[in-house]
């Protein structure tokens, strides 16, 4: 059963990543991101972490792919669209893909048997889901956190000085 | 029958590809920012798939920190777009590979 | 595989989807009866008794209508943007508790579809794709109405959602839960351990963004009739504008039920002694309360113009919004026991809060009507 | 010695020999052509004292010689008093041309196109000398003597097509009138003389305006740049900041709810900032000016109900106020007092039309209603005295249409006890709202200056700083007769708080008008008793013969009028509303020109709205009551 989910679920995000990449219409494009997004929120849920699954759905889709869609239509679809001229760099890049794709695979699944007992404890990651990423987020992880919301504000900065600014 | 974790690192392996491959191949500037987020993504599912596999929630802590970052490259990148746009009137990463302004 | 959860949850899933059709349907004839009766007119009193079938007849021509689509208009988009809107509409429901535990033949059921433990985040992440069917829906119609329509709308919604969640917060803080359920329970029995004594502040600004959320009077600018003539749904017509139109209208219900489960005591009854099960009458009750503000604010008030909404949404709303959660903390942070002193601390710190936004919201608006005079001089 | 007389003695001190018509009160005096602009120029400075072109118009004298006069009507507001100057229009290179005085007085600019687009008179030197009410590619001038008047045919599906190629402003339709040569315009015409060769067909032969005739379709915004107040915000708007150096072109209109009709405004964006408007009218265009010329005078007073439908009593009263000069009839005291009470109660409904819908276009749905309620109202009113609601076409040339019935004080005195309550709401629960003070305050602000030179008159001049009002100023009727006691109401914000507010409160004052003229109204007839202008008495047509056949000849053929011109004008709920009337001696009007102070005040508008947002727009549109009827007519 868990496996079919499994299964379903990654064919719609590879499908969803591969329409994404390959998009002419960059409102496609990004819906398809944020249908990727979804699937992926959905997969989040079955791994019992129901927390990041729902801010994954309200950060990414709900704020980042709107701005997405925000300048797509602020700019204008048809001026955001171009031919593009690549030339020989899609074998290139296809084979580098591949390449990369193969040595990530060999890698990753190769690694994966130390990444611990798949014996699932379900109590452990149930109903205590957000208290227990609260409380490893404020305490042991206090000054990343920290950190990550002093680069939240320089990015806020920098975007209003970018978007304030005349000319680049 | 539980999935291996295998499964969640091969899946995580295509993603991440996928987004590299739309870097190297599309010269679209929002399109490339798209499968950075995608690369992104890809990271954060081998995160929440190894946390849970060692029962910590400490991969789920660290999605939030590439969200974080996700979020103020996006902010960051969008408001160049824009500024781009306003000089340049193009969203191709190749006519803007110059840095002069 | 529990077959039985799985029946009661379909089961229950149905009844909520034709309470909210119902619900809908009959908020639109309460809203022309409720603003005829403020504008000297009668209203509806055509199909059947007091216009009760109004919305029978409304359903019927819609869905006889003809359904245009522009030549130059995304079809799938154009077709995909009001089910989007109409599915997240529908699915922020399954979190909201409207009673009690009941035992029906002799089975225990909770009178909410899921009690999940991030319920209050599952509500804001599933209203934050709302905007995507407006959105879309203003872009695939190839009209500059629609398309200024779904911008503002993606604007005012990204604005209003942080305020939004953040007077939201100040009550999470309080409870320490993310569950509706126990946010619920955590305001029982009477009605002063209703939230909204502690969170006056919170209260206020979750309401104002509330209306903002579903684009209503005086925020509906995405849909103004005399400026965008419709806005997003200027191009639509037949059954794919009355899901929008269910949308908008289902959406005040789900905020309206919200602020009722995060600041009024949700389903629970005013008094103690009064029985458990009266609960869905009291959340039904609270919720049209909330519902008839909607149609009163609607009735009185002038839009705002874009940039005055912006202002107030970030100059004013969300400081305050932030202010609040500080206080808040502070707040819990000096209380010497648990649930010692809490309300008095709160309570005062939210006081301070109203008269700090007061004065604040005086001096902005003469300064900015000070700033305007000088440019109009210039 | 009044002004009038010593502006005539400059004049011919400036100009050698200026000949004057003087018609009960009226007067004109002939300019050279090639002096109109000198001669503007010199009476509208302090010196001359005269302040604001009103009207602009011509009058087509068909097989003389100039064919064409322009006609100018001047309005002096230190003085009090009016001059009509005329200029015989003569002929640069076949086509009529006249200097345009568009830089002596910009608001002359409509008035001059409309001109150009009835007659085909040139105005040299106009910076944008477009068709105005008719399609720009239409190919023929109405309303010149020699126009055919014909009917529009309907169009069915099933002949559609072949009506269509019959219009003139199609390729088919230029083809076949070309051919057409059979038809002699004259013989449609009726008239007696035998057409000039000089002009025949003349009313066919297209005039190329200044800069050649404008091969694409529908108007461009380079086309906009040209226009006076649209260049000066074209200059502003390279300064503003433009996010991505362009801007979207938005058509407002002339299907949009918030237009007030079939106005169209072409509007270019920056974001949702307004860098430039240009305001395209003629979508109600019906030709009633030429309806009336072919109509007797009480026939034509029907029409004019149908133009400025929110005040039509106003209509009325400026038309029937003209007819009456031309033939110096006395109106009896009563018929006056009636009148004075009915344009009140009409003012307040317009006053209300107008409150009720700039309400709703800011988004407050209730006070429209409320207005709409308190509006019907006057209309149950209006059919107690004449059986219609709106286009009542009660007040006529010599009184009024019939007696007033029975019970109408007493309904008008319901009514007038009434209105302050509702006025008085309706204001409430604006004024008190931050969100409309927020909205309306210091949006769209005219000065005063503007006001005057773009021809701007009644509540949008008021309300920026200029004290006039024609009631009060130039009284007509019984206001002259009677001291009412109301008051000018000005202010100086010039923005759209102050003419929304301003109107409102105007309601109150013509409450006072209407109460004390129906508390001191005399007995008597309510038509003039000269049986020129008014029928016989029904129980004396049961027993005279000659009373018989007078009233019949009065109800065919009409009332004939002396030869000679008038202008009269009316402070109606928009401004001036003037009728310009040349007569022949016969019984319909030869030239009957309607001055609406919509048309005038619209072309002010685009002047106020740069820099400012849609949503501002919307108000302000608002605020300047257009009403189509008017002035497209």
């Known amino acids: 059963m868990s496996v079919l989910l499994f299964g379903i679920l990654a064919v719609l995000a590879l499908i969803t990543a591969a329409l994404m990449v390959t998009a002419r219409n960059l409102v496609h494009g990004v819906l398809m991101m944020v249908a990727n997004f979804a699937v992926i929120a959905v997969m989040y849920i079955t791994l019992n972490a129901p927390f990041v699954a729902v801010v994954q759905v309200a950060v990414y889709a709900g704020a980042i792919m709107v701005l997405f869609l925000f300048i797509v239509m602020l700019i204008g679809e048809q001026q955001l669209t171009f031919d593009e001229q690549l030339g020989g760099q899609r074998l290139y890049a296809a084979v580098l893909g591949l390449l990369l794709a193969g040595i990530l695979l060999i890698t990753l699944v190769s690694a994966a048997p130390y990444a611990g007992q798949s014996q699932l404890t379900e109590e452990f990651i149930g109903r205590q889901n957000v208290q227990l990423v609260g409380a490893q987020l404020y305490t042991e992880y206090l000054l990343p956190f920290e950190a990550a919301s002093v680069l939240l504000l320089i990015a806020m900065i920098g975007a209003v000085v970018l978007a304030k600014r005349r000319l680049l | 029958m539980p999935v291996p974790v295998q499964y969640y690192a091969i899946l995580s392996a295509l993603l991440f590809s996928m987004g590299v491959v739309g870097v190297l191949l599309r010269r679209n500037i929002i399109i490339v920012f798209m499968s950075i987020e995608l690369m992104l993504n890809a990271a954060n599912l081998l995160f929440v798939a190894f946390a849970r596999y060692q029962n910590v929630v400490d991969g789920q802590v660290f999605v939030f920190f590439v969200m974080t970052v996700a979020a103020s490259e996006v902010a960051i990148g969008l408001a160049l777009v824009m500024a781009l746009f306003r000089s340049r009137q193009t969203t191709d990463v190749d006519d803007i590979s110059t840095l002069k302004g | 595989m529990r077959w039985d959860l799985l029946a009661e949850w379909i ?69 995909a943007a009001p089910v989007v809107s109409m599915i997240v509409a529908l699915l922020v429901f399954a979190v909201i508790p409207i009673g009690p535990s009941i035992i029906v033949f002799g089975r225990e059921v909770t009178l909410q579809l899921a009690d999940i433990n991030v319920g209050l985040m599952y509500v804001l992440a599933v209203s934050s794709l709302g905007i995507y069917g407006i959105v879309l829906g203003g872009w695939a119609s190839n009209n500059k109405y629609a398309l200024l329509g779904g911008l503002r709308s993606s604007a005012q919604l990204i604005s209003y959602e942080l305020v939004l969640g953040l007077a939201l917060m100040g009550s999470v803080m309080l409870t320490g839960t993310l569950s509706l359920n126990q946010i619920v329970n955590a305001q029982a029995y009477d009605f002063w351990n209703w939230l909204v004594f502690l969170q006056p502040l919170g209260f206020l600004l979750y309401v104002i963004a509330a209306i903002a959320e579903v684009n209503r009077a005086p925020f509906d600018l995405p849909e103004a009739e005399q400026e965008l003539t419709a806005g997003y749904h200027t191009e639509y017509s037949g059954m794919k504008f009355a899901l929008f139109f269910m949308a908008e209208y289902i959406n005040m219900i789900n905020v309206s039920a919200i602020a009722v489960t995060m600041f009024l005591g949700g389903w629970r009854p005013p008094f103690g002694f009064i029985p458990e099960w009266t609960g869905p009458i009291w959340f039904f009750l609270k919720v049209l309360a909330f519902i008839l503000v909607f149609i009163w604010l609607r009735a009185t008030l002038p839009r705002l113009r874009y940039d005055q909404l912006m202002n107030f949404g970030w100059r004013t709303m969300l400081p305050l919004a932030i202010a609040n959660v500080v206080v808040t903390a502070i707040a819990m942070a000096l209380r010497p026991t648990p649930g010692a002193n809490t309300w008095f601390v709160v309570a005062v710190g939210s006081v301070i809060l109203i008269i700090a936004a007061l004065l604040f919201y005086r001096s902005w608006s003469s300064a900015s009507m000070r700033r305007r005079a000088a440019r109009q001089a210039s | 010695m009044s002004h009038v007389e010593q502006t005539l003695d400059a004049l011919r001190q400036r100009y050698g020999d200026v000949p004057t018509q003087v018609m009960n009160g009226h007067v004109s005096a002939l300019v050279p052509a090639d002096k109109i602009v000198d001669a503007v120029a010199f009476l509208l400075n302090p010196d001359g004292g ?96 020699d126009f055919p008047l014909g009917y529009e045919e309907v169009a069915f599906s099933h002949n559609a097509h072949e009506i269509h190629s019959r219009k003139p402003f199609t390729p088919q339709g230029l083809a076949r009138a070309a051919e057409i040569k059979a038809v002699q315009p004259s013989a449609l015409v009726g008239a007696d003389a035998p057409p000039d060769p000089t002009y025949k067909d003349s009313w066919k032969q297209p005039i190329e305006p200044t800069g050649g005739m404008r091969q694409h379709v529908g108007l461009t915004l380079d086309d906009a740049s040209t226009i006076g107040p649209l260049a000066v915000s074209s200059q502003t708007a390279e300064s503003q900041d433009d996010p991505f150096g362009e801007t979207m072109v938005m058509n407002i209109g002339p299907q949009h709810p918030a237009t007030h009709g079939v106005l169209r405004l072409v509007t270019e964006l920056n974001g949702e900032r307004l860098v430039r408007v240009m305001p395209d009218i003629g979508f109600l265009h019906t030709g009633i000016e030429k309806t009336m010329e072919s109509k007797s005078y009480l026939k034509a007073l029907t029409c004019t109900d149908r133009t400025g439908y929110a005040a039509p009593l106003h209509c009325n009263m400026a038309f029937s106020g003209t007819v009456e000069k031309l033939l110096d009839v006395d109106v009896p005291l009563k018929a006056q007092y009636a009148r004075v009470i009915l344009l009140e109660l009409d003012r307040i409904s317009s006053h209300l039309l107008f409150a009720g819908s700039s309400a709703m276009d800011l988004g407050a749905s209730s006070p429209f209603l409320w207005a709409i309620d308190a509006r019907e109202r006057v209309y149950d ?73 773009w021809s701007v008159s009644g509540p949008i001049a008021r309300s920026s700083g200029v004290d006039w009002d024609l009631r009060r100023d130039m009284p007509y009727l019984a206001y002259d007769q009677v001291d009412f006691q109301f008051n000018v109401l000005v202010r100086t914000e010039g923005d759209t708080y102050a003419r929304f507010l301003l109107r409102l409160q105007e309601i109150r004052e013509s409450v006072k008008i209407a109460q004390q003229a129906l508390d001191a109204m005399p007995p008597g007839r309510w038509m003039t008793a000269n049986r020129k202008v008014a029928p016989p008495p029904k129980e004396e047509i049961a027993i005279s013969m000659e009373s018989l056949i007078h009233h019949f000849k009065l109800w065919t053929e009409g009332f004939r009028t002396p030869p000679g011109q008038a202008y009269f004008a009316v402070e109606s709920p928009r401004g001036e509303m003037g009728f310009f009337m040349h007569s022949d001696g016969s019984a319909k009007p030869y030239r009957c020109h309607q001055r609406s102070g919509a048309f005038a005040a619209l072309q002010s508008m685009p002047l106020v709205v740069t820099g400012m947002l849609i949503s501002d727009l919307i108000a302000i549109i608002a605020s300047w009551d257009p009403i189509l009827g008017e002035i497209d007519r």
């Open chain 4, 381 to 453: 009113i209006m059919e107690l005295v004449s059986g219609q609601r709106m286009m009542t076409s009660y007040i006529r040339p010599g009184g009024l249409a019939y007696d007033l019935p029975q019970g109408f004080d007493r309904a008008v005195q319901a009514y007038l006890d009434y209105i302050p309550g509702r006025v008085d709401q309706i204001e409430e629960i604006l004024i008190s709202n931050p969100i409309f003070l927020d909205r309306t305050q210091k949006v769209g602000v005219l000065s005063k200056e503007d006001a005057m030179r």
């Open chain 4, 50 to 145: 005269f302040t604001q072109v009103m009207d602009v118009t011509a009058v087509d004298y068909y097989t003389t010689t100039p064919r064409f006069e322009v006609v100018y009507q001047l309005l002096s507001h230190p003085h009090r008093c009016r001059l009509s100057l005329r200029v015989g229009v003569p002929d640069v290179d076949g086509v009529p041309t006249v200097p345009s005085i568009t830089g002596a007085f910009p608001g002359a600019n409509w008035f001059e196109r409309e001109t150009y687009d009835m007659f085909g008179i040139r105005f040299d030197g106009h910076p944008d000398l477009r068709r105005i009410l008719m399609p720009h590619n239409y190919a023929a001038y109405p309303l010149r003597r």
């Open chain 3, 11 to 79: 089961i229950k899933a149905i009844i909520i989807l034709v309470l909210l059709l119902t619900g809908f349907a009959y908020q639109t004839w309460l809203e022309r009866k409720v603003v005829s009766k403020m504008q000297y007119r009668i209203g509806p009193n055509r199909a059947g008794p007091f216009g009760l079938l109004l919305p029978l007849a409304d359903g019927i021509k819609l869905i006889f209508k003809e359904e245009l689509i522009p030549a130059m208009a995304d079809k799938v988009i154009f077709v």
